[in-house]
């Protein structure tokens, strides 16, 4: 019989509930952001790591990384070592963005399963690595699997659940996902991550009030863990810049920086809100600094966007090659997943580049069709001068519970561009993000 791994505990406090992000979509998801924590809205960031290190948070998982790796190296390692270099490989990547530790983590599976033989291994760590990866179509396989396991416990119960829900929600699926997420948070006694994932569920449907209730009840079950707590803080941070509510976002940030100094998802999110609420300098400052220690692309992007702005060409536009190099390089060894973050490098930076950016668009939507990736290809369509496509895209959306600022302010823009009264949609994007108008005006500029 196929087995998984029998310490949902680690499974869970190291980062592996795929929630990605993000962005993190800007989350990070990450990791990522989120995910982000991929991702930005955000894609659905995971749980933090269970240790806060040293007070570098990246050198603290390279300690752990190369200490599974070398019982590898020695030939001394069970297939529980590979993971835990899986594990740490993939934390890293959520903290940093660097698609070299996707692919270590992806070469320890190989080896854990390897190593285990006769149907042995880490199958709920393999279902969060190919859902971080936004290959959704390879991760019911590894939960059916892990769900016939002789020893699982609650909390691996509690992961199986969340990853089927998280599947359901980047399919668009999302009254099946929350059905999920209510069940998992039975099965993980309300535990802060949890919440933490269903309320991001919430805020991106609409319900912002339960959404921070979630939240607040996630920040008060933490039990003082500032790891746990920072991760809590981030997803407020998301969803108040999300609302355009940038400074308590940025209060959130600096409670979170509190608690868990010197991580770069946290400094990555301040220098975004610090950019939308028109603190250039400073939001400049932020980026390079992440960019510095991390070589995220994303910060690359960042801090072209406002040098761009500025009228700083030169820099921005070399800024542009070095973060097109490093997305290229991405969509080489994961396209799926780095689609996710590309699509807004092509939209905000290279535009003129029509083919590429629509089909990192369609690539995106293609691998999680749910209403951050279609939004995104409707803007895509828009600037591509295709807006029947855009509109057809924003229709199939719309139809569903899916309700952001992004939503109504590209539907908007849309509308107009239709020749159609434009109001209610603009008035529906006030009404969740009030002052933000202008944040989408990238989108017009080209027309």
Not at 158 to 167: E, P, Q, V, Y
Not at 293 to 307: K, Y
Request: hydrophobic letters at 45%; proline letters at 5%; a negative charge.
């Amino acid at each position: 019989m196929q087995r998984a791994l029998p310490i949902a505990i680690a499974i869970f406090l190291c980062g592996m509930v795929s929630f990605a992000l993000s962005r993190l979509d800007h989350v990070a998801s990450p990791p990522h952001s989120s995910a982000p924590p991929e991702p930005s809205a955000a894609p659905i960031a995971p749980p933090p790591p269970p240790s806060t290190g040293p007070e570098d948070p990246v050198a603290h998982l390279d300690g752990l990384i190369a200490f599974y790796s070398g019982r590898g190296a020695a030939g001394t390692a069970t297939w529980l070592d590979w993971e835990f270099v899986a594990i740490y490989s993939m934390d890293r990547a959520r903290m940093t963005g660097d698609y070299t530790d996707w692919q270590r983590a992806e070469s320890a599976l190989t080896s854990a399963f390897e190593a285990g033989g006769n149907g042995f291994g880490p199958y709920l760590t393999r279902a969060n690595f190919n859902s971080s990866m936004h290959r959704i179509d390879r991760v019911e396989a590894d939960l059916d699997a892990a769900s016939h396991a002789i020893l699982l416990s609650s909390a691996d119960r509690g992961a199986i659940l969340s990853m089927r829900a998280d599947a359901r929600y980047y399919g668009g699926r999302y009254d099946e996902a929350r059905t999920l997420y209510e069940e998992q948070l039975v099965a993980n006694r309300r535990s802060p991550d949890a919440l933490g994932t269903m309320a991001q569920l919430e805020w991106h449907t609409g319900h912002f009030d339960t959404a921070e209730s979630l939240l607040d009840e996630a920040m008060g079950r933490t039990n003082a863990d500032p790891v746990m707590g920072a991760w809590v803080l981030s997803l407020r941070a998301t969803l108040e810049r999300d609302r355009n509510r940038l400074d308590a976002g940025l209060a959130a940030i600096a409670r979170a920086h509190a608690l868990r100094p010197n991580d770069p998802h946290l400094d990555e999110l301040a220098a975004e809100l610090h950019e939308l609420g028109g603190d250039d300098d400073q939001a400049l400052h932020d980026f390079r600094a992440v960019a510095a220690r991390t070589s995220s692309p994303q910060s690359i992007d960042g801090a072209a966007r406002i040098l761009r702005a500025r009228g700083d060409t030169i820099e921005a536009d070399e800024l542009v090659r070095v973060a097109r190099q490093s997305y290229d390089a991405q969509i080489a060894l994961f396209p799926e997943a780095a689609y996710g973050h590309a699509i807004d490098h092509w939209l905000r930076l290279e535009p003129d580049d029509v083919d590429r950016m629509i089909t990192i668009a369609e690539g995106n939507a293609e691998a999680r069709p749910y209403g951050e990736t279609r939004v995104k290809l409707a803007m895509a369509y828009v600037l591509a001068d295709r807006i029947a496509d855009a509109r057809a895209v924003l229709d199939a959306v719309l139809a569903t519970e899916w309700s952001t600022f992004e939503l109504h302010a590209v539907n908007a823009i849309v509308l107009e561009r239709e020749g159609r009264d434009a109001s209610a949609e603009q008035a529906a994007a006030e009404a969740i993000a009030p002052g933000a108008s202008d944040r989408l005006a990238w989108l017009t500029t080209r027309q």
